[in-house]
């Protein structure tokens, strides 16, 4: 087996994307390791389900909380891990995370073997960001700014991460949302499946009941 050369991986550095309704960054994929493990960062904003009940048939996980509290389901049991904290999560085992506080929170995760890397999503970029410039109002900035949609905004220099107001805000009305009817809402979903389809109908049933034009894709 041929050397690999040691180098310093920065925090800008490796695969990063969104999945679900948090991010990930792999540092090191199973093509620098041989295929014995790859290390992946989970950013996670306050609240979120990083990833939903699953189980892995070939990987095993090696779960490090750098920041925050993260809630895990491991089978039948459920527990949170702070900073410091190393959770095994064996293959074939049922397993759910999300971060169980109100602040951010990370933790580096080794998959050993590799391959989970190679069916991860690719980084999302769906809305142009000429479009989201006019669109300043997200569900959750921390997540959005950071590893959302925004992200891309962000770093052409279209938007910066304090010229969006969270939804909340909008609702509760110290913040502006739509100024006019002839204002058009873009509509980004991130979420669960479940979520998705929920918030789907409720808009597709307030749009029969304003008699408004359904455009199809």
Do not use: C
Not at 22 to 36: L, Q, T, V
Not at 87 to 99: D, I, L, M, S, Y
Not at 115 to 135: I, K, M, Q, Y
Request: zero cysteines.
């Amino acid at each position: 087996m041929e050397a690999t050369m040691a180098r310093v991986v920065g925090p800008g550095d490796g695969k990063a994307g969104v999945l679900g309704s948090s991010g990930f960054r792999f540092m090191i994929d199973g093509a620098e390791a041989d295929d014995r493990f790859s290390l992946v960062e989970h950013p996670m904003s306050p609240r979120a389900l990083a990833a939903p009940l699953h189980r892995h048939s070939n990987e095993d996980e090696y779960s490090f909380v750098l920041e925050g509290r993260v809630g895990m389901q491991l089978g039948e049991d459920t527990l949170v891990a702070g900073p410091g904290e190393l959770v095994f999560k064996p293959r074939g085992q049922w397993h759910a995370f999300w971060n169980a506080g109100d602040e951010p929170a990370r933790m580096l995760e080794i998959i050993s073997p590799a391959g989970f890397e190679r069916r991860a999503p690719p980084p999302r970029h769906s809305a142009d960001t000429r479009t989201l410039r006019n669109v300043p109002v997200v569900n959750t900035s921390e997540q959005a700014s950071h590893h959302g949609e925004l992200v891309h905004a962000v770093e052409a220099g279209v938007l910066g991460r304090d010229d969006v107001a969270q939804l909340g805000d909008v609702l509760t009305g110290t913040a502006e949302g739509r100024g006019s009817d002839s204002d058009i809402t873009v509509f980004d979903s991130t979420g669960l499946a479940i979520q998705d389809l929920a918030i789907a109908l409720a808009a597709m049933g307030s749009g029969n009941e304003l008699d408004l034009q359904m455009v199809e894709l």
